[in-house]
């Protein structure tokens, strides 16, 4: 299937997410926050198929990370998370630069059909 990258400051919605998708059979690597998830784009050359981030996260949020990775990366996917209708907001100038946003908290089938379709482009 496809690679991924989780970005998730909060371990068990991180080992949820991770494991959903690992199920469906993507191979799934996982960053606490936007510097870490940085730091293995980087290293991965920009070779994941989709980054999904939250947005609000320490050190680095997911908006800025977003703007890095496409910087560096620019046909790179992101699909964005959060559970904060500000947050959404933010991700409206990053239009183009990202693929969509999913509202917290979700569900196991609704993840796993957003990644689907931001994958299938």
């Not at 949820?16 to 870490?36: K, P, Y």
């Not at 980087?42 to 198929?49: I, S």
């Not at 046909?75 to 933010?90: H, K, N, V």
Request: proline share 2%; hydrophobic share 50%.
């Amino acid at each position: 299937m496809a690679r991924l990258l989780i970005v998730e400051d909060d371990d068990s919605v991180r080992a949820f997410t991770a494991r959903a998708l690992a199920a469906s059979g993507h191979d799934v690597d996982q960053a606490a926050d936007g510097g870490e998830a940085m730091e293995r784009i980087e290293t991965a050359a920009g070779g994941y198929d989709l980054v999904l981030s939250d947005i609000r996260m320490p050190v680095m949020d997911g908006i800025e990370m977003a703007r890095a990775a496409r910087r560096a990366f620019p046909g790179l996917r992101i699909l964005l998370m959060t559970g904060y209708a500000e947050q959404r907001e933010r991700a409206a100038e990053l239009e183009g630069a990202i693929v969509g946003v999913v509202n917290k908290p979700f569900t196991l089938a609704e993840i796993r059909q957003r990644v689907d379709a931001a994958l299938a482009g």
